[in-house]
């Protein structure tokens, strides 16, 4: 799996281009707000709060770091936001697993379809998702502090802690592939798998014009 350093913390895909999703057709971008947020619940992630220096907390109510929008002649709406969240790694103190994700929204517009005899208030335009998850490894901080233990780090990252990083490397991509899974499927986009799962996470209000339904 291609690996990248940058600082304390190993990425687990390309920093500069992440794991993409993008999707444009109708969807309801509040119920898929909802159902991503439900998802990364479940799976802990939490969000980050700083607090003076370099130090960070869980919060769990501040994941969006960033929202911006703006609207053209048209009335169309561009959407940016930003998902900041973390969570600490089980059995292993010295490592934090972070993820982060950008929203970039194009041509957003209110439009109604019918399924079933309901009316249904919805959106079309287009979305794109930047996943970037990474394992920080925070051990690191404390030897960069210390001028002595500075000249070991190297050696702890190779000897010591390197099978479990190793491990933790490939858990965070399996998430990381599952949630992009889970995303394409709620989208309703062809996805890769050897299976298709039993039961959606969540059902899925993504309306592609090329599914019959």
């Known amino acids: 799996m291609p690996v990248k350093k ?25 119920a898929f707000y909802e159902a991503l947020h439900d998802w990364l619940q479940e ?20 994941w969006e770091t960033y929202y911006g929008e703006r609207k053209d002649q048209s009335g ?56 970037k998850p990474s394992i920080h490894k925070k051990y690191e901080d404390e030897f960069s502090k210390n001028w002595f233990l500075k000249e070991f780090q190297g050696m702890f990252t190779k000897r010591i802690y390197r099978r479990e990083l190793q491990e933790r490397e490939k858990e965070l991509y399996q998430e990381a592939y599952a949630l992009q899974n889970f995303i394409k499927q ?14 959606n996470f969540a059902p899925s209000y993504a309306w592609p014009s090329h599914v019959k339904e």
């Open 6 to 30: 940058t600082d304390a913390r190993l990425f687990i895909h390309d920093p500069n281009t992440g794991i993409k999703v993008k999707y444009k057709d109708v969807f309801d971008l509040k």
């Open 43 to 62: 799976y802990e992630w939490t969000g980050m709060k700083l607090e003076g220096g370099d130090s960070v907390t869980k919060d769990l109510d501040r």
């Open 76 to 131: 169309a709406t561009e959407i940016w936001f930003q998902w900041r969240m973390m969570r600490p790694v089980e059995h292993a103190a010295f490592l934090t697993y972070y993820l982060d994700m950008d929203f970039h929204c194009i041509g957003v517009k209110p439009t109604q379809i019918v399924r079933e005899g309901v009316k249904w208030e919805v959106n079309k335009g287009e979305i794109e998702i930047t996943i």
């Open 186 to 199: 709620w989208f309703k986009l062809k996805r890769y798998l050897p299976y298709e799962e039993t039961k």
